[in-house]
């Protein structure tokens, strides 16, 4: 047996740029957000292939004109469920608010899907979950309304822990997961999955780098999250 002392200490923060949202018409600010202290590093195999559940994607259309719009998904898995009914595609009407069928806010699916775990991620404290959550999506570029459908749905979905460790899948990572075809085709498109992993203490994890989303002209938005079970 041995003793030892360890000092270590980490600090990282992001802040958000201006973003002027389509749909509900919100301009976002610039805050500094800390997250917990990072210690060592939580391992996993990167070559291993996991099976998940993707909880309520919803995917957000906000074309320029009102437009009939195809799209189609295909999971490496199955779809599970969906509303309005997938069949072998949506076939909807659209108008620039983003009113589908002059019924729906957007399309929900969920799906069995593998996956491997990313090499970067955030660990957050749960008494900064909420907190971080509506920062980093702020940063990523969603707007009001779609960020409360993500925390009306995700802080009342995890278990209780002290600590989460959040990895974020965007646009690349999905297409190997859950590949996606829009016709007429949007001139920008953000998907963005989150994988919880409760976790016991402050894990020491890299941060990603938060890419920037430009909403101009036919935007598509689409969000989800996955929890890992160990």
């Not at 301009?27 to 909880?55: I, P």
């Not at 957007?106 to 971080?132: M, Q, R």
């Not at 009306?152 to 997961?177: G, Q, V």
């Amino acid at each position: 047996s041995f003793a030892y002392l360890e000092i270590s200490a980490d600090k990282w923060s992001f802040s958000s740029e201006l973003i002027l949202s389509l749909a509900l018409g919100i301009s976002f600010y610039n805050k500094t957000f800390d997250s917990c202290n990072h210690f060592s590093q939580k391992k996993h195999s990167r070559s291993e292939v996991w099976d998940g559940s993707s909880e309520k994607p919803n995917i957000y259309l906000y074309p320029e004109e009102t437009t009939q719009v195809h799209v189609t998904i295909k999971p490496n898995g199955k779809i599970t469920q969906s509303d309005p009914e997938y069949n072998s595609g949506w076939d909807v009407q659209i108008e620039p608010n983003g009113m589908i069928e002059d019924k729906y806010t957007f399309l929900f699916y969920e799906a069995d899907v593998k996956y491997t775990i990313p090499d970067k991620g955030w660990n957050v404290k749960s008494t900064n979950l909420e907190s971080f959550l509506e920062k980093t999506l702020t940063k990523y570029g969603l707007c009001t309304q779609e960020i409360a459908d993500f925390l009306e749905y995700w802080t009342e979905r995890l278990p209780e822990s002290s600590h989460y460790l959040i990895y974020p899948f965007a646009n690349d990572e999905l297409e190997n997961i859950c590949p996606i075809s829009i016709n007429p085709k949007p001139d920008n498109i953000l998907r963005l999955w989150f994988l919880f992993e409760p976790a016991q203490s402050a894990t020491g994890i890299r941060n990603p780098v938060i890419p920037k989303f430009d909403r101009t002209g036919f935007d598509v938005v689409e969000w989800g999250g996955i929890l890992k079970d160990e």
